[in-house]
């Protein structure tokens, strides 16, 4: 059996692009940003990024074209694909790797509004609904220190 799965969730670095295919099918182009963080062997901090290209088929290429923003944060589960060309000016092969997006889910709007991508403006003049939902009370765990030698893993 073999496996070609990806999840990704970071931001994107530019506004998407759309493009009909010959047959009228739609395409959504974009890049992602994941970025990894982690402590070099003197116990730094370091940050690594990786940019991502991204591609979208179909009604879920229309949605993310019209949706998305730079900046914004999504979640993708799709495939790799490397595709190759002759490139027509030097006629040396090129190469590219993209995500072939299965699912594609929104986050947070980015900028400085705070909107999430659930929220929406609604009529000042109807009135708020009541929540049902009770406060949650919060769990106590007292002032226990873990030792790391105590985790049987």
């Known amino acids: 059996m073999y496996l070609n799965k990806v999840y990704l969730y970071g931001n994107l670095t530019r506004d998407p692009e759309m493009k009909s295919l010959p047959s009228g099918a739609k395409v959504t182009s974009f890049s992602l940003a994941t ?7 003197d ?12 591609v979208v088929f179909g009604r879920q290429a229309e949605t993310s ?3 998305l923003k730079k900046g914004q944060g999504v979640m993708i589960e799709g495939r790799i694909q490397t ?3 002759d490139d027509k000016t030097s006629g040396e092969k090129k190469y590219r790797t993209e995500i072939i997006a299965d ?3 929104f986050g947070p709007k980015g900028g400085s509004g705070g909107e999430g991508a659930g929220s929406f403006q609604k009529d000042s003049s109807t ?13 106590d765990y007292g002032d226990a220190n873990i ?5 049987p893993f």
């Not at 009135?127 to 769990?139: G, K, R, Y």
């Open 65 to 67: 074209a019209q949706y």
């Open 43 to 54: 116990g730094n901090r370091k940050e690594n990024t990786e940019y991502h290209n991204i």
């Open 147 to 151: 030792n790391v030698d105590d985790i």
């Open 127 to 139: 009135p708020a609904p009541t929540s049902s939902v009770p406060d949650l009370d919060t769990i």
């Open 103 to 105: 699912a594609v889910q």
């Open 83 to 85: 595709r190759s060309w």
């Open 35 to 41: 970025n990894r963080v982690y402590k070099d062997k």
